[in-house]
């Protein structure tokens, strides 16, 4: 499994990506005198883009393109080869309030656009998603480290949600509710609420469209805190908004490392903001949560997941390794919220199971992402790499065995081999905290009632997987996971069309599918004396 790419820079990360107390690194100490005339750049020599306008190193506020009020910058670099790849503002509170304040102007105007103004926006918006998609993947697969396959399929994932609100934007249907009195008509309208958005590093484009489309369609602005591991993807998308014609101060995107604390405090607690839609750990969310209590906004949130995969035996096995577990586990190298983190296997088909994918796991070949013979990527940063040796580790020293992998692989770059344990104990800690890697942990089960408690025995509930060929089998499952979504005989779930979202401590409302929903408020207008 070769690291193919070598450094060409010492610069590199150790990251909290999904918590609000990140470390932080700058190029120059802020005591230095070069620290006030520093600009953000880009290491335009390793971007290779046709289009190199879309490579943006300021933050996007009003409709500019600006830089820290302080001229601190966030070093970004490629999770793959170390190689520094730019620079992005460090801002701060006052940067974010100037944000919010040009939200809320814009919105003023933007809430009262038609709907059909607004899907045509999102329409020429998606068509330039499209339209750029090799560069945008790019760009995705050089700060997040993802192959180069997989990022193109995050774009397509991003524009999908672009699509499908634009076609949402003109079905924001209200009602006439009948009334009991005979002089009186009820009639109920929806009218946007306003917005801010905090995403994740793991899909550094659909994390955003998947909220910004909502938005947009229902005629609410942004202020959008990317991850400070990814902020390329995010900037790229607001350049293309621009190109779509969508108004100055609609979109606005405040790049933070050092401040995130006080910058999603003030998206939390302002009064302007009206709405917080949040994805990443469930520390954090209740975090945020709790910030947004000071004046009761909206929240949708997304948080930690740890999702069970069950193998029962009368499922198909081929079908359950390739079409299962090999997508579902390994998928962005582990690094997605619904990746299968416990993988329950009945016993009369344990060994047949384990093998088959261990087979399939032995052959893959990690590297860059730009490689085209790379099937998985790094992980994003050390931390990452820390957390699954921990969990390796712990469940090593607990009786499992490793079956494949189980070690960082060395050289430069945050690689760690795709791994297989078997025999994970119940009390190993990887089936209470959610990996956020390439291991998969294999238990065995005898009964269907064992393995449901066994999978429900966890306080979040995002996504759950079990394959079976037995009809009735399948509704009793999908029916007792206490879970917000369910994969029966797939190990992929995710489209626009969805709805996403979990139960118990993985979040609050939905997105995709209806959730437009999600930005909208109801207002009922009764009309008497009739």
């Known amino acids: ?41 880009a290491n335009t020599s390793v971007w290779g883009l046709k289009d190199p306008s879309l490579l943006k190193t300021q933050g996007y506020i009003d409709g500019k393109w600006v830089g820290a009020n302080g001229g601190g910058t966030i070093l970004v670099t490629n999770p793959a080869t170390e ?21 809320g102007k814009a919105f003023q105007t933007w809430r009262n656009t038609t709907a059909k103004h607004r899907h045509d926006i999102l329409m020429k918006f998606f068509g330039l998603l499209k339209e750029h998609d090799d560069d945008l993947a790019r760009i995705i697969t050089l700060e997040n480290g993802k192959t180069l396959t ?14 499908w609100y634009a076609e949402e934007a003109v079905r924001t249907y209200g009602e006439h509710i009948p009334s009991p009195f005979p002089n009186l008509r009820n009639v109920v309208i929806k009218q946007p609420v306003g917005d801010s958005i905090l995403t ?6 659909a994390m955003i469209t998947r909220k910004l489309g909502a938005a947009l369609a229902a005629g609410c602005t942004a202020v959008i805190k990317p991850s400070p591991e990814t902020p ?42 009206k709405k917080v839609s949040f994805t990443g750990s469930t520390s954090v969310a209740k975090a945020l949560y709790g910030m947004s209590a000071s004046t009761l906004k909206k929240v949708s949130i997304e948080a930690g997941g740890n999702a069970p995969f069950i193998v029962f035996d009368d499922a198909d096995i081929e079908q359950a390794v390739e079409g299962g577990a ?43 992402g730009l490689d085209e013979t790379t099937t998985h990527g790094p992980l994003i940063h050390e931390e990452a790499i820390s957390k699954v040796k921990r969990h390796v580790d712990d469940a090593v020293s607990r009786g499992a065995q490793i079956l494949v992998g189980g070690q960082r692989i060395s050289g430069a ?11 994970v104990p119940a009390d190993a800690v990887l089936n209470s905290e959610e990996t956020f890697g390439p291991v998969a942990a294999l238990t065995k089960f005898e009964t269907e009632e064992e393995v449901i408690a066994m999978a429900n025995n966890t306080d979040v509930g995002l996504a759950g997987y079990f394959f079976s060929r037995d009809v009735g089998r399948v509704w009793r499952v999908a029916e007792a996971l206490e879970v ?32 437009i929903e999600e930005y909208l408020n109801q207002k009922l207008i009764a009309f008497g004396g009739i």
């Not at 770059?413 to 025999?423: H, M, N």
């Open 413 to 423: 770059g945050t690689f760690y081999a795709p791994t297989i344990l078997s025999d």
């Open 83 to 103: 190689e520094e790849l730019g620079t992005v503002p460090e801002m701060g509170l006052a940067e974010t309030r100037t944000a919010i304040a040009a939200a």
């Open 232 to 273: 390329f993807s995010a900037l790229a998308l607001a350049e293309l908004s621009q190109r779509a014609g969508v108004p100055d101060g609609v979109i606005n995107i405040v790049t933070t490392q050092q401040n995130v604390h006080e910058v999603g405090r003030e998206m939390c607690e302002s009064k302007t903001v």
């Open 326 to 368: 090999l997508a579902c586990k390994f998928r962005g190298s582990g690094q997605t919220c619904i990746c299968a983190n416990r993988i329950y296997v009945q016993s009369s088909v344990y060994a047949d199971f384990a093998a088959r994918l261990a087979e399939k796991v032995s052959a893959f070949r990690v590297g860059n």
């Open 1 to 41: 499994m070769p690291l193919r790419h070598p450094p060409s820079s010492l610069y590199f990360r150790v990251l909290a990506p999904r918590t609000l107390a990140a470390t932080y690194r700058f190029r120059n100490s802020p005591t230095s005198a070069l620290w006030y005339r520093m600009v953000s750049t």
């Open 484 to 515: 917000g979504m369910v994969g029966t005989n797939t190990g992929l779930i995710s489209n626009a069309t969805i709805p996403f979202g979990g139960v118990k401590e993985s979040g609050l409302g939905r997105e995709g599918g209806h959730g």
């Open 150 to 163: 997989e990022a193109k399929g995050e774009n397509a994932y991003s524009a999908s949600f672009i699509e």
């Open 200 to 205: 994740p590093w793991n899909f550094p484009s």
